[in-house]
C-alpha cells in the first residue's frame, strides 16, 4: 500500500468520514480532512527515488464542539504515531479553527509521515 493508503486506514480507525481536502458542506460531524503541506522529497544521490515518502500532512478533526473535535485529533495523532506501516512526526500542538459556515469546530495538526512510495 501506499503511504496515504496506509495513513487513510488509521483515520478511519478514529473517524468514519474521512476526506482528502475539504468536505462537502453538508458533511455530519465528527469528519477529518486532510491536504499535503510539503515536506522533504527522499531522492538518491544519483537522483533516483526512494522507497519512502516523507510529506508534510495536515490533519484536520471537525465536531460539533471545539472539545470533541480536540479529542478526536488528540486519537489521531496516538493512532498514527502507534501504525506499524508509519513513521509519524508531530509538529507542534493542535491549533483551533472553524470551519467557513461555523457549524463545525476544528482542530488542525500537521505531521511529517514516513511510508511507503
Known amino acids: 500500500m501506499s503511504l496515504e493508503a496506509d495513513m487513510v486506514a488509521v483515520l478511519h480507525i478514529c473517524c468514519p468520514r474521512v476526506t482528502v481536502g475539504a468536505a462537502p458542506v453538508d458533511t455530519e460531524v465528527p469528519y477529518v480532512t486532510w491536504q499535503h503541506v510539503g515536506g522533504q522529497s527522499l531522492r538518491y544521490l ?27 485529533i488528540q486519537q489521531i495523532e496516538e493512532a498514527l504515531c502507534a501504525a506499524p506501516a508509519l513513521v509519524t512526526t508531530v509538529h507542534g500542538e493542535p491549533i483551533l479553527a472553524y470551519d467557513d459556515a461555523d457549524v463545525a469546530s476544528g482542530y488542525l495538526q500537521t505531521f511529517t509521515v514516513c511510508g511507503a512510495r
Open 46 to 72: 544519483d537522483n533516483a527515488a526512494a522507497s519512502t515518502r516523507s510529506p508534510e500532512i495536515q490533519i484536520n478533526a471537525w465536531a460539533a464542539t471545539p472539545m470533541q473535535a480536540f479529542e478526536l
